[in-house]
């Protein structure tokens, strides 16, 4: 209830910033949860503000202090965002404050939610309100249900200054690549969104890494949230324990002489629970192995040429190339 209101506050408040002098049709007094119209609307005014008003040097979309309060925010919280905005006002970017407002109060965010968004994600502000649109419905596409797809962009709202065909190819990869299923994709980006920005040779690496050299179905990984971990976190861990006995690389029976302890309890443990509890040690003699081993890593991927640069990176005016992409995204990639 508390969303709904927000946004009808935003749509009078695009109404009102634009100075129209008429009166508004009734059925604009009502809620559409469509933001396209709201910010197509918004555009509107605006352009009939201008006709009607000279250029005065700033532009007719700037929102007040008053606005954010109108909004829903508080009065701390609506300063906290208005000072944000000085640099943003200034810029082109400004006739995109509006429509990124209205996009997070229409996807169900509060405002303390949304605020919260911005904080972490500025960038939010420069992007257009077509890409910003497409890229939720991408992420609803890919299977996030409504309550998943709210508390992601809260928790990781840079997944939506990703662009669509990045976020498909590494669905792809997911699903071809490294054989998860579908609602297994869906809750890797769910409960790991970064690993979208993970270039993609690195990606297949810590699978195959954890799929072959520590024997681990993909089930298993989806739970204990392995694309979380970094590929030294979950090798360091790993081989502290081969090392220590504590860990047996299965046969080809998949048999071993002892038991090992299951991923969640490797990766998803503190430091000083994962040495008292798992590898029963000292955190001085774990410290000492990590430092040997980080050089020991770095000096073998040398003489192997592994580490090399990112080549991921895309450009943001390709989210409109859904139909084109395919599996053409990731098929060009080098093949291990």
């Known amino acids: 209830m508390g969303t709904r209101v927000a946004v009808n506050q935003v749509l009078r408040l695009a109404v009102r910033n634009a100075t129209i ?26 352009q009939h503000s201008q006709d009607l008003n000279p250029p005065s040097g700033i532009p007719v979309t700037e929102l007040s202090l008053r606005s954010f309060i109108d909004m829903g925010f508080t009065e701390s919280q609506a300063e906290q ?6 640099n943003v006002r200034k810029g082109d970017s400004a006739k995109h404050i509006l429509p ?15 605020k919260k968004c911005l904080e972490k994600c500025p960038e939010l502000y420069t992007i257009k309100e077509a890409q ?10 890919i299977g996030l249900v409504e309550g998943s797809l709210q508390r992601m962009v809260a928790h990781y709202p840079r997944i939506l200054t990703v662009p669509s065909k990045r976020v498909k190819n590494v669905v792809m990869f997911l699903k071809e690549k490294c054989l998860f299923t579908s609602q297994q994709v869906t809750d890797i980006i769910r409960d790991c969104p970064a690993v979208v920005l993970e270039n993609l040779d690195q990606l297949e690496y810590k699978f195959q890494y954890v799929y072959f050299r520590m024997v681990v179905k993909q089930a298993e990984m989806v739970k204990c949230r392995l694309f979380r971990y970094s590929l030294d976190e979950i090798r360091c861990r790993h081989t502290f324990l081969e090392r220590r006995g504590f860990y047996e690389t299965p046969d080809k ?12 309890s490797v990766l998803n443990v503190d430091q000083d629970t994962f040495l008292a509890h798992v590898a029963q040690t000292s955190a001085e003699e774990y410290d000492v192995f990590k430092r040997l081993a980080a050089r020991e890593w770095q000096e073998g991927e040398l003489q192997q040429g592994r580490t090399e640069p990112d080549s991921d990176d895309e450009d943001d005016n390709d989210d409109d190339d859904d139909d084109r992409e395919g599996k053409s995204g990731y098929g060009k990639r080098r093949k291990k």
């Open 132 to 141: 910003l649109q497409q890229r939720i419905s991408n992420l609803r596409k």
């Open 81 to 86: 965002i208005y000072e944000s905005l000085a």
């Open 253 to 264: 029976k998949g048999q071993t002489t002892i038991i090992n302890p299951n991923l969640d």
């Open 21 to 46: 002098s008429t009166r508004c049709p009734r059925q604009f007094g009502r809620y559409y949860p469509q933001s396209r119209w709201c910010c197509s609307f918004t555009n509107q005014a605006t």
């Open 100 to 114: 990124t407002l209205t996009a997070l109060f229409v996807l169900g965010l509060n405002p303390s939610s949304v």
